[in-house]
């Protein structure tokens, strides 16, 4: 299996434009989590799917964010209007069987 | 609520050298325990984790890490590092049976020739 794949790598927006991050997961694995890593908070949970239902939202930081989990091999997390606040690395990883969560390689936002 | 201190921020030590790398948690239930690593704009790779039963872990590239229930510690430790262990550590828990991840604020480890 290739790992979680991320995409894009890199992304530079401007101050209110709608940003969407898109994330596959390892095949057969059924639960998706979205974090964020910033220099000041870390990493933090943003949202946790378990069989494409979304289960804790509670680290979304507000309504400008928003996350769908259509089908098992695929999720978005839409930023809309985007913050320059929000610049940070956005990382996906999924999970089989709670002991272990494989990281995607993450992608880096900044806006402008 | 669980949380994660890495006493840590950042680790210089010298190739060859020991390490110890310290996590302390806090929890009112059973948790599961987990060291990643991150290398320069890579994602978290997992080194190891404890789940239960004996309280020395080993995991991959000659890590290994002690639960201490009493001291609510989880600490890594390497007998030799090379140059190549340079990287990010983070400890991170999740309640027994439950998915989510709280980590702590990592550990930069810088290792020097």
């Known amino acids: 299996d290739a790992g979680v794949i991320q995409s894009p790598r890199h992304e530079v927006t401007e101050m209110g434009q709608e940003v969407t991050l898109r994330c596959k997961p390892i095949?057969?694995?059924?639960?998706l989590f979205w974090y964020r890593q910033t220099m000041m908070r870390g990493l933090e949970l943003l949202i946790y799917?378990?069989?494409?239902?979304?289960?804790?939202d509670s680290g979304m930081p507000e309504d400008r964010f928003s996350a769908k989990m259509p089908n098992a091999s695929f999720s978005t997390l839409k930023i809309q209007p985007s913050e320059p606040r929000d610049s940070a690395v956005y990382f996906c990883a999924s999970s089989l069987d709670r002991t272990e969560a494989f990281f995607g390689q993450g992608t880096r936002l900044t806006v402008v | 609520a669980q949380s994660v201190t890495q006493l840590d921020s950042q680790v210089p030590v010298f190739e060859e050298a020991p390490v110890e790398l310290r996590c302390n948690y806090s929890s009112s239930v059973s948790v599961y325990l987990f060291w990643y690593v991150q290398y320069p704009n890579q994602g978290l790779q997992l080194l190891l984790k404890?789940?239960?039963?004996?309280?020395l872990v080993k995991g991959i590239n000659g890590f290994e890490a002690e639960f201490n229930k009493s001291q609510t510690s989880f600490h890594l430790r390497k007998p030799s590092v090379h140059i190549s262990d340079t990287a990010e550590y983070f400890c991170?828990?999740?309640?027994?049976?439950?998915?989510?991840?709280?980590f702590g604020k990592g550990t930069m480890l810088l290792v020097s020739p």
């Open positions: 799917f378990n069989n494409n239902v979304p289960i804790d």
């Open positions: 095949s057969g694995h059924n639960s």
């Open positions: 991170a828990v999740s309640l027994s049976g439950y998915s989510t991840l709280t």
């Open positions: 404890y789940l239960s039963g004996s309280t």
